[in-house]
């Protein structure tokens, strides 16, 4: 921590123009290393785009201090950087080659709306030996129209050209794929069938229109340089920012650019240097390598959330919650009343079923098996919130698992397949690294709750703490535990101790009065020598020597803090070489601390932003944690909350006198 702050838990670096050899070069407003913006500057938002997301800035902007990018009737700071050169360097090169393979392998485009349909199952009849040639038609009042030396007749001509020209060839006509969805082009239907082509009328993805063409027709769509950096002809009827380099097929002469360049140094010039990023969670600068990462997880998350779901097993309180969870652009999920079972024709209308773990019905799996329906267990992830799931408090994380789930041992979840398949790359390994580093910084559990202080310690010695479970709870039930009640796990702890100081902590369900797990004083007092009563689980494991468990989440963050741990059932996090547990046939891979936090931290689960609304790294939920986010402690409204709150009060007071 510095400042009160956390860390940044990622690098960042703008982007740096160096001349070779270090020579000067003039710096232009739009760099983002330059401190100067005149009030003449010009703003317009960059090309990675947020689908459907309101936030305090856009994702990217370009700035420019003499024109903009898509006005081809003056000069621009990218028109000149382009055609007078000497900001290329090995390093910047490097890195617009890979931004552009990222872009490719994550389909990022200008719209990134997850309804788009792939243009090769709209062709799914057409003969592939024949070439495709994709026509893109534009929104009537494109700026980019006009300021690209363009009319409307150049749609005409196009369409007229790429008839003269391929007459042997498949030939679509699309919207541009940056266009918003329901707005009519420039080339009426008659047209285009009187050219022998065929319009498309749905909105299609830019990547699979890319993928499927052998050629692009353009006036001035952003495709026609998404096109170029995958190696498609371009030919251009107007001059957007990227036509007149030397790569681009064109019918207008962009008269001052006489420089030849290559997609890449293109790619460079705009992305790197004359755009500004912004991650949208707190409006900090970052580099377009973070911005793009953003962009990437937002729009999978979206994509996935795209297909039609029913969510089955959730209590009425987690309604609105659930909603923002699963929502993706245009697509909310349907929500059947607490205890509905569904039946297989019921579930055949969806794409997927998304379930609560612990409250799914006995016969959904089987149901969803007859509909041909995937059926997704939903439960909490492992940094929730400040407060307790079971006080109606929302939580900032979830898990989506198709296979099982992470504390049914009986069965394979998704998380025990990837930890026992292993193979996380590099550098989500060293992100793994930081981000254990920082949780452990910051003392952040899974609730973040418990305000009391440390007790003294009654004794000198080596303390073991412990943790204390709710008895009738799912992960105990399901874990192969060899105890399963609080009071048989203390008399085991002694007698495996009996020199050490034992310390035991209550679980802050069973403490709210919430939950069953009590343990009977005179339990307490044969087995245990102090109790840590609303006691932080940060606090309790800063004096721990060692950990003694059935299967609770406090083994995890145990080790994320380097003290040893004994499961007595099977936890996601046992069976793995870090602890001392049960044996797990399944899992045969000794992993390291890295790649368990990996999975269970970065790759397994699921965040939303309590701010934004909008799926965030770990990171985001850390700082949130951090600052106390009211977003976190937050109850929902409902009466259920009001009498959860008075049941806990009276109980914690009738506890606390027995």
Request: charged share 25%; net charge neutral.
């Amino acid at each position: 921590m510095e400042g009160g702050k956390l860390k940044r838990l990622w690098p960042r670096t703008l982007s740096e123009i160096e001349m070779p050899g270090g020579r000067p070069v003039r710096r232009l407003g739009s760099e983002p290393v330059s401190r100067r913006v005149g009030h003449a500057d010009r703003w317009d938002e960059g090309f990675l785009r947020l689908p459907g997301a309101r936030t305090l800035r856009p994702l990217s902007s370009i700035v420019d201090g003499l024109g903009i990018y898509y006005d081809a009737t003056a000069p621009s700071e990218l028109e000149t950087m382009l055609q007078e050169g000497g900001w290329e360097s090995d390093e910047i090169l490097a890195r617009a080659e890979a931004g552009i393979a990222l872009l490719r392998r994550a389909r990022l485009s200008l719209d990134n709306d997850p309804r788009r349909v792939d243009l090769s199952t709209v062709l799914v009849e057409r003969n592939r030996r024949r070439p495709l040639v994709v026509i893109v038609d534009q929104v009537p009042k494109d700026p980019t129209i006009g300021f690209g030396l363009a009319s409307e007749k150049a749609f005409s001509t196009m369409l007229e050209a790429a008839a003269a020209e391929h007459p042997d060839a498949d030939r679509v006509v699309v919207m541009d794929p940056a266009a918003r969805p329901g707005h009519a082009g420039h080339l009426s239907p008659a047209a285009v069938e009187a050219s022998g082509a065929r319009a498309i009328t749905r909105p299609v993805e830019a990547w699979s229109v890319i993928e499927s063409a052998d050629r692009l027709y353009v006036v001035t769509s952003h495709i026609g340089f998404e096109a170029a950096l995958a190696g498609r002809q371009v030919t251009c009827f107007g001059v957007p920012f990227y036509a007149g380099w030397g790569f681009t097929d064109d019918r207008l002469d962009p008269i001052r650019r006489t420089r030849d360049r290559s997609p890449a140094e293109v790619f460079a010039a705009v992305y790197l240097i004359c755009s500004r990023y912004f991650e949208p969670y707190g409006g900090e600068t970052c580099r377009f390598e973070e911005a793009a990462a953003i962009l990437r997880l937002i729009v999978e998350e979206q994509r996935v959330n795209a297909a039609r779901t029913l969510c089955i097993g959730f209590a009425a309180w987690k309604r609105r919650w659930l909603v923002q969870a699963l929502a993706s652009p245009g697509r909310i999920p349907a929500v059947a009343a607490p205890r509905h079972d569904p039946k297989a024709a019921e579930i055949a209308r969806y794409d997927r079923v998304v379930a609560w773990a612990s409250r799914a019905p006995e016969n959904l799996d089987r149901a969803c098996r007859e509909a041909g329906v995937p059926l997704m267990r939903m439960e909490d992830g492992f940094i929730r919130s400040i407060g307790l799931g079971v006080a109606l408090r929302p939580g900032a994380s979830h898990v989506l698992d198709g296979t099982g789930i992470y504390y049914d041992a009986t069965a394979p979840s998704d998380l025990e397949q990837m930890l026992e398949n292993g193979g996380f790359p590099a550098d989500v390994l060293e992100r793994a690294k930081r981000l254990r580093a920082a949780v452990v910084e910051a003392r952040l559990s899974k609730y973040n709750v418990g305000s009391a202080p440390l007790p003294a310690m009654p004794k000198a010695g080596r303390v073991v703490l412990v943790a204390g479970q709710v008895e009738n709870d799912a992960s105990i039930r399901l874990c192969a535990a060899t105890v399963t009640r609080n009071a048989d796990l203390l008399m085991l702890a002694r007698k495996r101790h009996p020199d050490a100081v034992i310390a035991f902590k209550p679980h802050p369900d069973v403490e709210a009065g919430l939950r069953p797990g009590w343990v009977a004083p005179a339990d307490i007092a044969a087995h245990a020598d102090i109790v840590l009563r609303d006691v932080s689980a940060a606090d309790a494991l800063e004096i721990a020597d060692h950990v003694e468990t059935i299967s609770s989440l406090i083994g995890f963050e145990a080790l994320l803090r380097g003290r040893s741990v004994t499961t007595h059932g099977l936890p996601f996090y046992a069976g793995w070489g870090l602890t001392e547990s049960p044996a797990c046939p399944r899992r045969t891979r000794r992993v390291t601390l890295d790649e368990l936090v990996a999975g269970a931290l970065i790759v397994y689960p699921h965040y939303v932003d309590p701010r934004t609304g909008l799926p965030c790294p770990p990171e985001v939920i850390i700082q949130r944690l951090s600052e106390g986010d009211a977003g976190l402690m937050r109850r929902e409204p409902t009466v259920e909350a009001v009498l959860k709150q008075v049941w806990s009060l009276t109980s914690r007071h009738l506890l606390r006198r027995r």
